[in-house]
């Protein structure tokens, strides 16, 4: 499995772009990249999935450079309520228990 | 809306016990896992299952079993729960090709 590396928190504040930077240097050619967040006493939720390139949905942006190994999650104009922990996720074929494998996260805070 | 339902929110269990935790999903999917989550250690995977009957261990199966017997049900089971197995269960579940998993809301075990 790809191991993956993220900063363990990171301070923003309200209005601003936030990225998230996730390091994945053995990442093999049939993984997916996978991005979640989660509140505290929640499970965690589903944000954006990509293979290359870019992927935008109405809550993120994922950059995937062409050597694949590291992507970038991009929250546009965070709020308070983006306050949470974000897991990049690095694994095979969707639906496939080794794409669930979590790392430590990244603590984002947002702040007033 | 999609749904992954945990029993209990809370739970208080004297060590020794046997302990069901039960997830129900309403999405007719494929997959479910059960996870553990402790402060500094992230999300853990403790068992997986693909299919009716079928059952995969995870990277901490020590000290649990599982059931699956139905399609939408996966059962955790503590054959004598201990206090190190004190923490933050979460189910989830996925189909078979989809990209995204959904997420109990957890069930926070206390083994005293």
């Known amino acids: 499995l790809a191991k993956t590396t993220q900063p363990i928190s990171m301070d923003s504040y309200e209005g601003q772009e936030v990225n998230i930077t996730c390091s994945h240097n053995n990442i093999a050619t049939n993984d997916y990249i996978t991005w979640y967040q989660q509140f505290p006493s929640q499970g965690p939720r589903f944000i954006i999935q990509?293979?290359?390139t870019k992927v935008t949905n109405e809550v993120a942006s994922l950059f995937i450079p062409a050597d694949r190994k590291s992507s970038t999650l991009s929250l546009p104009r965070v709020s308070l309520s983006d306050t949470a922990v974000y897991y990049c996720l690095v694994g095979d074929a969707p639906g496939s228990a080794r794409q669930l494998t979590f790392g430590s996260g990244t603590q984002l805070t947002v702040l007033p | 809306d999609v749904k992954v339902t945990q029993s209990s929110r809370y739970l208080v269990k004297r060590t020794g016990e046997k302990v069901f935790l039960e997830c129900v999903q309403d999405?007719?999917?494929?997959?479910m896992f059960w996870y553990r989550q402790d402060p500094g250690l992230g999300l853990r995977l403790i068992y997986f299952?693909?299919?009716?009957?079928?059952?995969e261990k995870g990277d901490i199966p020590e000290g649990y079993s599982v059931s699956r017997e139905k399609k939408e049900r996966f059962s955790l089971i503590l054959e004598s729960a201990s206090t190190n197995q004190t923490s933050m269960y979460l189910c989830?579940?996925?189909?078979?090709?989809?990209?995204?998993?959904?997420f109990g809301q957890g069930t926070r075990l206390t083994v005293v």
């Open positions: 990509g293979y290359k």
């Open positions: 989830a579940s996925s189909g078979a090709q989809a990209i995204r998993a959904f």
């Open positions: 999405m007719d999917h494929e997959n």
């Open positions: 299952s693909y299919d009716v009957k079928m059952k």
